[in-house]
């Protein structure tokens, strides 16, 4: 069974930076796409951040030029690095991947920026 497991969300004041963090668990044969999605309160879920297998990545306008997503093959980790942090950005955010047998949510990790 896949899982993927957040880590790194929590409370910083505007202008700060936080890095997130999903480990991917169990048998996957190959996994193509890794990502960040993001859901505020009373808003739909949206994409922040994707990096395929090669490293290409593709971001939401909104955090070009702060956030920064990155994986780690060999450990099948994705991280994302946020700096610049706004209020707006507050959010649960969940990191997804898509492969050969699907597409994976994982339980998601609360992002709260104060201002």
């Known amino acids: 069974q896949v899982q993927l497991v957040e880590s790194g969300g929590g409370l910083v004041q505007a202008g700060g930076s936080l890095r997130l963090s999903c480990v991917v668990s169990?048998?996957?044969?190959?996994?193509?796409?890794m990502g960040w999605y993001r859901q505020a309160p009373g808003k739909q879920r949206e994409l922040v951040a994707t990096i395929t297998s090669g490293g290409s990545t593709n971001y939401a306008d909104s955090v070009k030029g702060r956030f920064t997503c990155s994986r780690d093959n060999a450990k099948n980790t994705v991280y994302l690095q946020m700096n610049g942090l706004k209020p707006e950005d507050t959010a649960v955010y969940y990191c997804?991947?898509?492969?050969?047998?699907?597409?994976?949510y994982g339980q998601g990790t609360q992002v709260t920026v104060s201002s």
């Open positions: 997804r991947i898509s492969g050969m047998q699907g597409v994976y």
């Open positions: 169990g048998y996957m044969l190959s996994i193509n796409n």
